[in-house]
């Protein structure tokens, strides 16, 4: 059992790593697709955005339940923490994620109120996208924890450091959709998307620059972990890799090359994504408490895993085919009904 209580902490923590990075890459372009779509030069623009994200956007939120699924059975003490914590930007993600569904879906019906509908869904990606980024600068800045509950305030998660990393994050998803969009379409459209996306690269990169920082100077723990030798060479490849592939994604915009960079902006989050896991690791709530102690009953956790190893694959086969037969170019007969 001893065992057991050492290793299945790390299981789940790569579930849930796996999870939410899957989530921040396959939601993150169709919410930046919803990010910009108001700006499109068209209606008929329009409806090219949401047919080229129609087959795969609520797919793309299964990740956010398997990630948090896997939270509450691996790490209650954590989920009965993080949750409280953050009730209320949590809720209004899900508002966000609801009001941007249901536009979704009215959208394509109405005629007269077509122009509410599409307002509704570029708003609801936008606050969905802050609110995510809210979340995370939150969870970075530490959660008060008294005798093992949550003991701070409603507003707590309202920092600088939050709306600062909530910009980052749809700044981020908005390159995301901009490359995407750049990818699926062509003519007007596709150069629309390239002019997005080499503007877009500039926030982004601006943004990354400046959460690395700050999230560096949360706690001497994290300055220390980056900055002190011989971690600081360990280290280095990170930052190093980051500005390698930032210079390969501008390149690759301006040459108008039309799968690369949307390639690039996925490697750009998961490279955000490990720096984040070597300033927090191994706490599961920063800053203080670790992943095996907030762990949870080893049997429980030996159960889902059994559902977990099969549900996994069953996810990534469905994904694969629905991205395989809905391949290539969007077209405007292509509508969504």
């Known amino acids: 059992m001893e065992f057991l209580h050492d290793l299945l902490p790390l299981i789940y923590t790569g579930?849930?790593?796996?999870?939410?990075?899957?989530?921040?890459?396959?939601?993150?372009?169709?919410?930046?697709?919803?990010?910009?779509?108001?700006?499109?030069?068209?209606?008929?623009?329009?409806?090219?955005?949401?047919?080229?994200?129609?087959?795969?956007?609520?797919?793309?939120?299964?990740?956010?339940?398997?990630?948090?699924?896997?939270?509450?059975?691996?790490?209650?003490?954590?989920?009965?923490?993080?949750?409280?914590a953050l009730y209320l930007p949590f809720t209004v993600m899900l508002l966000g994620l609801i009001f941007r569904g249901v536009a979704f879906e009215f959208r394509f019906k109405a005629e007269r109120g077509r122009r509410f509908w599409n307002l509704a869904f570029g708003i609801g990606s936008l606050v969905a996208a802050v609110s995510q980024g809210i979340v995370l600068g939150a969870y970075l800045d530490g959660i008060t924890v008294v005798n093992g509950v949550f003991a701070g305030g409603s507003f707590d998660w309202l920092t600088p450091f939050s709306i600062l990393t909530g910009c980052a994050v749809a700044c981020g998803y908005a390159l995301l959709g901009a490359t995407w969009t750049a990818m699926k379409t062509e003519g007007a459209l596709r150069d629309w998307a390239f002019g997005l996306a080499d503007r877009m690269c500039i926030g982004v990169l601006f943004f990354m620059v400046a959460v690395s920082i700050g999230t560096a100077y949360l706690s001497d723990e994290i300055a220390?972990?980056?900055?002190?030798?011989?971690?600081?060479?360990?280290?280095?490849?990170?930052?190093?890799?980051?500005?390698?592939?930032?210079?390969?994604?501008?390149?690759?915009?301006?040459?108008?090359?039309?799968?690369?960079?949307?390639?690039?902006?996925?490697i750009l989050f998961l490279l955000g994504f490990i720096g984040?896991?070597?300033?927090?690791?191994?706490?599961?709530?920063?800053?203080?408490?670790?992943?095996?102690?907030?762990?949870?009953?080893?049997g429980s956790q030996t159960f889902l895993l059994v559902g977990v190893v099969v549900l996994v694959p069953c996810i990534l086969g469905y994904t694969a085919m629905t991205y395989w037969i809905f391949r290539g170019k969007v077209k405007a007969d292509g509508g969504y009904h």
Request: hydrophobic content about 55%; overall charge negative.
């Open 276 to 298: 984040l896991g070597v300033s927090l690791w191994p706490a599961i709530i920063p800053p203080g408490i670790t992943i095996w102690q907030a762990t949870g009953d080893p």
């Open 224 to 266: 220390g972990r980056w900055f002190s030798w011989p971690n600081i060479g360990w280290l280095a490849p990170v930052p190093v890799i980051t500005a390698l592939v930032a210079l390969l994604l501008f390149r690759a915009v301006r040459q108008r090359d039309e799968i690369a960079p949307f390639v690039l902006t996925l």
């Open 15 to 84: 579930i849930i790593a796996f999870g939410i990075l899957m989530y921040v890459w396959m939601d993150g372009f169709d919410l930046g697709v919803g990010i910009l779509f108001n700006a499109a030069p068209t209606e008929a623009d329009r409806d090219l955005l949401m047919n080229s994200i129609a087959p795969v956007w609520d797919g793309n939120e299964t990740w956010l339940v398997l990630g948090g699924g896997a939270l509450l059975v691996a790490f209650p003490m954590a989920y009965s923490i993080i949750m409280p």
